[in-house]
């Protein structure tokens, strides 16, 4: 059974996703970044008005558990009973459900990073490194675009959903230094750990799907 050139470059990238973590949560621990995340926090509450405040907690909302839990729901009783995708609902469990919850709480609890204390504009409980918004936001809407890009054909379509995606996630993230709950290393260390687990969860289901065709 040979694998394709896309499953080992889908390796690489999830391998240099987790080094990337892996760089960022060394730079948390020895508090490299601090002066950096207040700086970048500081410029983007610079422009804090009663729309962007508006627009912060409903994107927030949007990457919150329980939307997260709500739209994984409807798209796993979708995947089983309607599309009849097995393995895809095997991935969706596992990358959104369970792996990536799981993850970030483990995270959560090995870095014990507090929160930013300063202009904080909701209140918000446990440990800031890495985001668990970020992580819930990339992985679910990551791999909602990954489960739809078959179902659409059109390239507008998909340029739709790529720019969709991007917007939703990025937008998520902002809207968590904007409101003062996460340093933008928070943010970023929830992408790259989220990317890491994501990307190595579709390179196996890829290897799945290789090593069922192959011959017997």
């Known amino acids: 059974m040979r694998f394709s050139k896309d499953i080992f470059k889908s390796f690489i990238l999830s391998i240099g996703s987790a080094l990337i973590f892996a760089i960022i949560a060394v730079l948390v621990v020895n508090n490299t970044t601090f002066h950096l995340d207040v700086y970048i926090a500081h410029k983007v509450q610079s422009v804090e008005s009663p729309f962007l405040t508006s627009l912060a907690k409903g994107l927030s909302f949007v990457g919150s558990s329980q939307l997260a839990i709500e739209i994984s729901v409807i798209t796993m009783v979708l995947l089983f009973i309607v599309l009849r995708r097995r393995m895809e609902l095997v991935l ?4 959104v459900v369970l792996g990536s919850q799981i993850l970030n709480t483990y995270l959560k609890l090995q870095f014990s990073r507090v929160r ?35 179902l659409v054909s059109r390239k507008a379509g ?18 968590r230094i904007y409101l003062g709950v996460h340093y933008p290393s928070d943010v970023i260390g929830g992408y790259t750990a989220s990317g890491a687990w994501l990307i190595l969860s579709v390179t196996f289901l890829q290897m799945y799907q290789v090593y069922q065709k192959a011959p017997s």
């Open 92 to 95: 969706f469990l596992w990358v």
């Open 116 to 150: 930013p204390d300063v202009n904080q504009m909701i209140d918000q409980g446990g440990y800031s490194f890495p985001s668990g918004h970020a992580m819930t936001a990339f992985s679910l809407y990551v791999v909602l675009a990954y489960l739809l890009w078959p």
């Open 158 to 175: 998909r340029v739709f959903i790529i720019i969709g995606t991007i917007l939703i996630v990025l937008g998520i993230g902002w809207s």
